[in-house]
């Protein structure tokens, strides 16, 4: 079962709100990403886990957190959200850590931030 | 520099047709190209990759082609399909991630 499952779908915030996103995966991977995607831009890369180690991307360090209890579950933490924050966030695991295994995505969270 | 440029950003295609998808890179320490498949409302998912060592990697309709000289590659989707409407991504791999280019929306017109 390759599932990764990402809440909520959509999310609407205002400025200066928190916003919560959830991953999970099934398939006991052991590291999970967290990928910024705007229209007609590459994703970006914000945070990844390998086990319990977090790295944080240098230029996105400051405005995004994370937290993953245990092996199937990755959050997404922003304490004040922008307008530049509206997005599609992207989760996804994979075992191997490093850059030739296969990521497995969710479906994403739509973030619109007003 | 570490960045991967993707052609065109958008594409129609008539079906039955050749679709031809191509990125470029400069960073010559490249040596794993996968391409990612994503449909509306889905996450990405892998569709095929290459590496460095190859120069050619098909997998049914789809074939992807690398030239280290030129430092490009391609994807070519042949007897193109409404279903292989979709966005492609185009990635390569740089220490611990991947560098992706920013997609091709492909339309298979009926």
């Keep these: 079962d390759t599932t990764v499952k990402q809440n909520p779908r959509y999310k609407l915030a205002r400025v200066g709100k928190p916003v919560n996103l959830i991953c999970s995966q099934t398939m006991n991977h052991d590291t999970m990403y967290w990928y910024q995607k705007k229209p007609n831009q590459a994703p970006k890369l914000l945070l990844f886990y390998y086990d319990k180690i977090l790295n944080r991307e240098a230029d996105t360090f400051e405005k995004f957190q994370s937290s993953r209890p245990n092996n199937s579950f990755c959050s997404l933490y922003i304490g004040s959200a922008g307008l530049e924050y509206s997005a599609m966030y992207l989760c996804a695991s994979s075992s191997f850590w490093g850059n030739t295994g296969q990521l497995y995505f969710g479906e994403g969270s739509k973030l619109t931030v007003l | ?110």
Excluded: M
Aim: proline share 5%; glycine share 8%; charged share 20%.
């Design chain 2, 1 to 110: 520099q570490q960045q991967v440029r993707q052609s065109p950003q958008s594409l129609t295609v008539w079906e039955g047709g050749t679709t031809v998808l191509t990125c470029s890179y400069e960073d010559s320490t490249f040596n794993y190209f996968p391409w990612y498949q994503q449909f509306p409302g889905e996450g990405p998912a892998l569709l095929i990759s290459i590496l460095s060592v190859s120069d050619k990697k098909e997998d049914g309709r789809f074939t992807t082609f690398f030239n280290k000289r030129e430092k490009k590659l391609s994807l070519h989707i042949i007897d193109s399909q409404p279903g292989d409407s979709a966005t492609y991504f185009c990635a390569a791999n740089s220490n611990y991630q991947l560098i992706w280019g920013s997609g091709t929306k492909l339309i298979i017109k009926p």
